[in-house]
């Protein structure tokens, strides 16, 4: 099934295997043959925009992405982590033995035991999440983000040293580190776009039975977005999505959905005059674990800092905490 590419201004085909952007000018779209046709194109009628003075917000917007949506609800949710488990590259006896050895019950369980303190852990994931290659693992973006950070870590020493699979998972891990940086430089958005072209070859020869999904496709202007805009983190919905997740909980616990839209308000404005008599809407919630007090002059590096401690004497007992949590 064919897409529309909302930067491409032109329609995918669903069995697509291009590795590559093909941008087109909004006045091009505008005075095409086929712009009118709304099932091909999904538009139905000129840009508003392109008549207005404000016709420059219209470029910007060409440009922005949603980092959330596309890498962590699309090729990191459904296939990368599915298809490597599922269907190991063929014709290598020594790894596919090796993978064989990985069951998903070592793999599942040590995700439950080392994500067992943290507030965004994944959900519990299933034989069956993992069996569903077309299916989603039911993780939300946090949740997602959270997991494959952390996944090298957990079973790097139980995957087989030169898989594949493994390897292309570490190429979205890396695009995910420069998609998901606070600065960049031009040089990394170029190495951002090779990477993404190589992350996507190695998909295609790893499962030739398997289409790119739309969202892979995305990824591939994320560079150019960079250099237009700058970071993405600055557009993308995390915080959104962690807002809605209280009217998901509302939604769930109350389970009467006649007038719906007024038991969220009510539920919602009595959780925030709560949050405002307890005076915790500006509070940061940090916690202070074990440690042990020391003199000032003994912590490493304070001559460097030494002339500005003014009125603090380098005899000063200090405490140095183990952990600080935020």
């Not at 080392?114 to 069956?128: E, G, M, Q, T, Y």
């Not at 995957?159 to 979205?172: A, D, I, Q």
Request: aromatic letters at 10%; one cysteine or more; glycine letters at 4%.
């Amino acid at each position: 099934m064919a897409y529309i590419c909302f930067k491409c201004k032109r329609q995918i085909p669903g069995d697509a295997k291009t590795l590559f952007q093909h941008l087109r000018a909004v006045h091009h779209v505008n005075h095409s043959s086929t712009y009118f046709q709304c099932s091909e194109t999904g538009c139905g009628r000129t840009f508003s925009f392109i008549r207005s003075y404000r016709r420059h917000l219209l470029k910007e917007h060409e440009n922005q992405s949603d980092t959330l949506d596309d890498p962590l609800e699309g090729p990191a949710q459904p296939v990368d982590i599915q298809l490597a488990e599922n269907e190991p590259v063929q014709g290598d006896e020594e790894v596919e033995d090796e993978w064989d050895e990985l069951g998903q019950d070592d793999m599942t369980n040590r995700v439950a035991l080392f994500l067992a303190h943290l507030r965004s852990k994944p959900s519990v994931i299933s034989k069956d999440d993992l069996k569903k290659v077309k299916g989603a693992m039911h993780q939300s973006a946090a949740q997602m983000w959270c997991l494959l950070r952390l996944l090298p870590t957990m079973i790097g020493d139980l995957v087989p040293m030169h898989s594949k699979e493994w390897k292309l998972l570490l190429l979205l891990l890396l695009c995910m580190e420069f998609i998901f940086s606070p600065s960049l430089t031009v040089e990394a958005t170029l190495y951002l776009a090779k990477i993404l072209e190589e992350h996507h070859s190695l998909f295609l020869q790893l499962y030739p039975l398997h289409h790119l999904l739309p969202k892979h496709h995305f990824m591939l202007h994320y560079p150019r977005a960079i250099q237009k805009l700058g970071p993405l983190t600055q557009f993308w919905a995390m915080r959104f999505e962690a807002k809605h997740n209280f009217f998901k909980r509302v939604s769930h616990v109350t389970c009467n959905f006649r007038n719906i839209c007024k038991t969220m308000a009510f539920r919602h404005q009595i959780a925030q005059c709560y949050n405002l008599l307890c005076g915790t809407v500006l509070s940061h919630n940090t916690e202070v674990g074990l440690g042990h007090t020391t003199f000032l002059a003994n912590i490493e590096g304070v001559k460097d800092i030494e002339s500005g401690l003014t009125g603090i004497p380098l005899f000063s007992e200090l405490y140095e905490p183990a952990l600080v949590t935020f």
